[in-house]
């Protein structure tokens, strides 16, 4: 699994990392942070680049764990898969197109020793194990980040994850304006649909749901009606074309 994230991440020398060794996994810590994390400033990575002085690099990862919000872990496999997976999250956020696909490329030697590369395309999700403990410390971890509420089912706390990443944090959502006012009181309506509580509760619930799918639809209707609006009022013409008088 490591191998493969550090394919995805495009690392020179993703078969050759040793994650029990110090000094390598120090290393790759370095690279993540200088070309996929960014983290911290360029100068202030001055002690993460130290990793021939692992007393002073073991005191600057502390610190950077802190900073990157990672949860408590027990061993260094954890913690590298850990950030392997934040750094694909950030690339893929960045580049979702990127990821729909990895490239394994496989060298054969010619009889003139030149290299020929052979691309097999290989999806990248189908080999993530969803119920691996890595996974869903990851998807805690981040549901923290995004103060999202606990749920018993990861996938679950996952899909509200994308919703928010969709609504507030994507390309889209650049220029939209926060949603302010007051919270809509749903379980204290008059509007009581059953005497059970526990049901009338998941009704409303269901409603809101229903009333936001509408909105948006409404409001790529209305996003459809003004794109037809500004391409009828400018139409692309070619005057030569045209024929005046007989």
Not at 68 to 84: H, R, S
Request: proline share 6%; hydrophobic share 40%; charged share 30%.
């Amino acid at each position: 699994m490591i191998k493969l994230k550090l394919e995805a991440l495009e690392h020179p020398t993703p078969s050759n990392v040793d994650i029990n060794d110090r000094k390598v996994f120090a290393s790759t810590i370095l690279w993540l942070e200088d070309q996929k994390i960014r983290q911290y400033r360029i100068e202030d990575r001055e002690d993460l680049r130290k990793v021939d002085q692992l007393d002073i690099w073991e005191q600057a990862y502390e610190n950077y764990k802190a900073d990157l919000g990672m949860p408590q872990f027990c061993t260094p496999i954890e913690e590298i898969t850990w950030v392997l997976g934040y750094a694909i999250r950030l690339e893929f956020l960045d580049a979702p197109e990127n990821y729909k696909a990895i490239n394994s490329i496989e060298v054969s030697k010619q009889q003139n020793k030149s290299l020929a590369p052979s691309i097999k395309a290989e999806n990248f999700f189908d080999n993530l194990d969803f119920n691996h403990k890595d996974f869903i410390a990851g998807v805690r971890s981040l549901a923290n980040k995004l103060k999202i509420p606990h749920h018993p089912n990861h996938l679950v706390q996952l899909e509200a994850i994308a919703r928010v990443v969709h609504e507030r944090l994507s390309p889209s959502a650049k220029n939209r304006q926060p949603i302010t006012g007051t919270p809509f009181p749903f379980e204290k309506g008059n509007d009581v649909v059953t005497d059970d509580p526990a049901l009338d509760y998941s009704v409303r619930i269901l409603r809101l749901l229903q009333i936001q799918s509408l909105r948006q639809l409404q409001t790529k209707i209305n996003e459809t009606i003004v794109a037809v609006q500004d391409l009828i009022a400018n139409p692309k013409t070619d005057t030569k074309l045209g024929k005046v008088g007989r």
